[in-house]
């Protein structure tokens, strides 16, 4: 997929608010919608490069992975270097904290705290400000995904035309269900797991292919599509 300087820009203003809510700055108190729009964007970009690489018989699993390992985990690994020396000599932690500190380290090296942070503590938890990896939990959420939706898509994509909006149509209403309906039973589970989050990296998965199938929305093509 060539470069699109849109999405970027778009990247940069969901950032704003997450840092600002971060921040402690008040109006900005639901700024962590801006993840929800990096979900949406990141499952429009994964799913067009799938797509696209499927129509020209180029598309691997494993190259896939690769990609996203090489794009992903160096700075990743960076981040985590630097806020760790940073966190140690200027927080100076207790023993408790450390043990804490290790823990979800560990977790966000092999993208599972969003599992941890679920089980130890809330995102919006004054003890959550003692832990500078808690934002990872989004990118756990990611990379769970890229695990299972590429060899999902591709089976539905050999299927024929219409199986690959059926399969993200029915995801993307059953994950959204779970979301609403998980509100009230599984607490804050339900800000961190994929099931609960898949249907917004689905959105993305649908404008993606709505855009490879039909070109990039125009109102005179919208109307003749569900009109003809």
Same mark, same amino acid.
């Given at each position: 997929?060539?470069?699109?300087?849109?999405?970027?820009?778009?990247?940069?203003?969901?950032?704003?608010?997450?840092?600002?809510?971060?921040?402690?700055?008040?109006?900005?108190?639901?700024?962590?919608?801006?993840?929800?729009?990096?979900?949406?964007?990141?499952?429009?970009?994964?799913?067009?490069?799938?797509?696209?690489?499927?129509?020209?018989?180029?598309?691997?699993?494993?190259?896939?992975?690769?990609?996203?390992?090489?794009?992903?985990?160096?700075?990743?690994?960076?981040?985590?270097? &630097?806020?760790? @020396? %940073?966190? !140690? #000599? /200027?927080?100076?932690? +207790?023993?408790?904290?450390?043990? =804490?500190?290790?823990?979800? *380290?560990?977790?966000?090296?092999?993208?599972?705290?969003?599992?941890?942070?679920?089980?130890?503590?809330?995102?919006?938890?004054?003890?959550?400000?003692?832990?500078?990896?808690?934002?990872?939990?989004?990118?756990?959420?990611?990379?769970?995904?890229?695990?299972?939706?590429?060899?999902?898509?591709?089976?539905?994509?050999?299927?024929?035309?219409? &199986?690959?909006? @059926? %399969?993200? !149509? #029915? /995801?993307?209403?059953? +994950?959204?269900?779970?979301?609403? =309906?998980?509100?009230?039973? *599984?607490?804050?589970?339900?800000?961190?797991?994929?099931?609960?989050?898949?249907?917004?990296?689905?959105?993305?998965?649908?404008?993606?292919?709505?855009?490879?199938?039909?070109?990039?929305?125009?109102?005179?093509?919208?109307?003749?599509?569900?009109?003809?």
């Amino acid at each position: 997929m060539h470069y699109r300087s849109e999405i970027d820009g778009l990247r940069a203003l969901a950032i704003i608010p997450v840092v600002l809510f971060h921040a402690g700055v008040e109006f900005c108190s639901g700024g962590f919608l801006g993840v929800d729009i990096f979900f949406v964007i990141s499952g429009y970009l994964i799913t067009g490069i799938i797509v696209k690489e499927t129509q020209e018989n180029k598309f691997s699993v494993i190259n896939f992975l690769t990609r996203r390992a090489r794009r992903i985990l160096p700075p990743l690994y960076f981040m985590m270097f &630097f806020v760790s @020396i %940073f966190y !140690l #000599l /200027i927080a100076r932690p +207790s023993v408790e904290e450390c043990t =804490l500190f290790r823990e979800s *380290l560990l977790s966000s090296a092999s993208f599972l705290s969003n599992f941890y942070f679920a089980l130890n503590t809330g995102y919006f938890a004054a003890s959550s400000e003692l832990l500078p990896f808690l934002h990872t939990w989004s990118l756990s959420v990611e990379e769970q995904f890229y695990l299972i939706y590429p060899p999902l898509l591709i089976i539905f994509l050999r299927l024929g035309k219409k &199986f690959p909006i @059926i %399969f993200l !149509l #029915l /995801i993307f209403f059953l +994950s959204l269900a779970l979301a609403q =309906l998980g509100s009230g039973i *599984l607490g804050k589970w339900n800000f961190y797991i994929l099931p609960t989050r898949a249907w917004e990296l689905l959105a993305g998965a649908l404008l993606a292919k709505f855009e490879i199938d039909f070109g990039r929305f125009k109102k005179k093509t919208f109307y003749s599509i569900y009109t003809s």
